[in-house]
């Protein structure tokens, strides 16, 4: 009963720092937004308001280690230790935004489909893709199907949710990771470990919130593997099937949050297994000793899957059904300079470079006698492995997008480098006579070393902080408080649509090249934002080349008779720019391996081809609202 007993233990003390965090982050999110503040990127008074409350957060993180590590008030150590972290991650996003509705990077580039996901998630609870019509979801949606149900209880917009709701998750999954280190390590050392691993991901996986959950808790996550698949003498009980069933939940909440991430950690596990086989077959001497890490590997697969399937059984059963994906998928045609070579953190002169030497050198000096740097190694190696197929991969026109996975090998490094720091602080104290004054060099060094990292988090972030103030948000304003873009007119936009169609959003589609619309509005698009981002059951390419057809028909009758023999739902609307020659769409298509990836060009509609009853035509600001007559 032990182990069902430390599970039950467990899963409480999940229960319970959840809470607290997402209580400390809403109300810090709440407090900060009853103040006026002014722009981060006219201002520095948002930093300097971040950095002492940064500062606050780490010394009663400090204070916490302490009492764990004397084992005083262990209970009240480890609920500071989890406010304090939850803290400090709302202060470090949530102060430089505290001005702004939006996240980081605003409603730009990748954000834009992310906020349009959310969107279509918050109108409805039905795994629904997040721009075609008529098609299940083909991106995980675990993430932001779960803010789509915040923001039904909280009445707020799938927009204006998003950002007190991303950094409300990310506050809870740090303090979750700090639970699942505190299983693996002494309490004490999770924190430490915790709070390194926390604002690394924060300083470079936070624009991307549903991946850097899984980056918080990858690293604690190997450890955990690496105990099912390979269990020391003497704690098969404790690190053995309940290790295994632990890391299939993981590897299966991974795959209903994030592809790529899923990928990697389910590669690093397969890694481990391979290890783990060569390992048991030497020491016994035949092959047949390594079927029970088989066994392990096997059942966390399918342990893996069967979660997996909670958001991925609709698009399953779609392409069983004989729907099968086009060849427009192309998520992965994309080769930046960062996934060219292999990344080598170590090397550089700055705190993180420091910080994933020192791992390096305790992952490389501690490999045959620890565990914990046998995981963390081994999962450094498969990041390592995946870079190089990645790269290998461009010679056959596809890539594995290893540059996304730099905050993963980060994460891996940094959590050893802190095993690494504490390790050689003990020997280097060991090694003196003075060891009073020397500890407390170390411990002074340790701690203004995190403190200054800490602190320039919102430099790292600089640029996605500002394009969160210079975006035009959902009520067509910019928090920079200057004029503001198009997205001002959306609003009227809307409400055209909605006069002239009737019903709800979601019973329409519109065909628009500003696609950030669908970001704030859930109607369901024509046509996604690039090929990198639709569905692959959606046919972009086809309806790219319908899109051009259409434009150079001559007559109304033509328009809507090719409208109707489409395989697709048609256009209830379109919602064009003003050009000089007619109306106008700017579209995209891929032409990889070129960097940048994507071609703008753009499609010019003669205006005469909507001179007819059948169509409405309206001007809003920049844009041309046409709806076809009696769709309502």
Known sequence: MAPLRRAVST???????????????????????????????????????????QFAALCVLGLSVYLLRHHRWVVAARVLSWAALSGLVAATLGMPLAATRLYLHGISVDQE??????????????????????LPSFYPAGWFWLGGRVASVLGMDGWEVFKPYAIGSLAVAAVLALVLWSELVRSDLAVLVATATTTIVLAYGSPEPYGAIIALLIAPAMLLAWGGLFPASGVRGRQGWGAVVGT???????????????????FAVTVMAVVAAVLVRRADGSWRAALPVLLRFVTIAVIAGLVALIVWAPFVLEVLGGNAPSESGTATHYLPEAGARLPLPMFHMSLIGLLTLLGTVWLVGRASSSRRAQALGLGV???YLWYLASMAFTAVGNTLLAFRLEVILLVLLGAAGTFGFVEFSRWIILATDESRRVRRVLVTVGALGALAFTQNIPQVLANEITVAYT???????????????AAAYYAEVDEELLSQLGGQRSDHVVLTADTSFLAYYPYFGFQALTSHYANPLAEFSAR?????????????????????????????????????????????????????????????????????????????????????????
Do not use: H
Request: net charge negative; charged share 20%.
């Open 381 to 383: 190696v498969a990041v």
């Open 113 to 134: 489909f992310r906020t349009e996901f959310l969107t279509r998630l918050t109108d409805s609870a039905a795994l629904r893709d997040m721009t075609y019509a008529d």
């Open 248 to 266: 299939g939940l993981f590897l299966g909440f991974a795959a209903t949050f994030y592809t790529l991430y899923l990928g990697i950690a389910a």
């Open 544 to 632: 790219a080349t319908a899109i051009e057809e259409w434009a150079e028909l001559s007559s109304p009758d033509e328009l809507l008779a090719a409208w109707d023999a489409l395989p697709w739902r048609a256009p209830d609307a379109v919602v064009f720019r003003q050009g000089a020659e007619g109306y106008t769409l700017r579209l995209a298509e891929d032409v990889y391996p070129n960097d940048p990836n994507v071609r703008r060009y753009t499609v010019t509609f003669p205006k005469e081809l909507f001179d007819d009853p059948r169509f409405t035509v309206t001007e809003v600001g920049p844009f041309v609202v046409v709806t076809r007559a009696g769709e309502a």
């Open 11 to 53: 899963l409480v003390q999940f229960v319970c720092a959840g809470l607290v965090a997402a209580v400390v982050a809403a109300v810090g999110l709440f407090a900060f937004a009853r103040v006026q503040w002014p722009a981060f990127n006219s201002s520095n008074v948002t930093q300097a308001v971040t950095t002492v409350m």
């Open 471 to 485: 975006d035009t948000d959902g009520a067509g304003e910019r928090a920079d408080q200057r004029p503001a873009g």
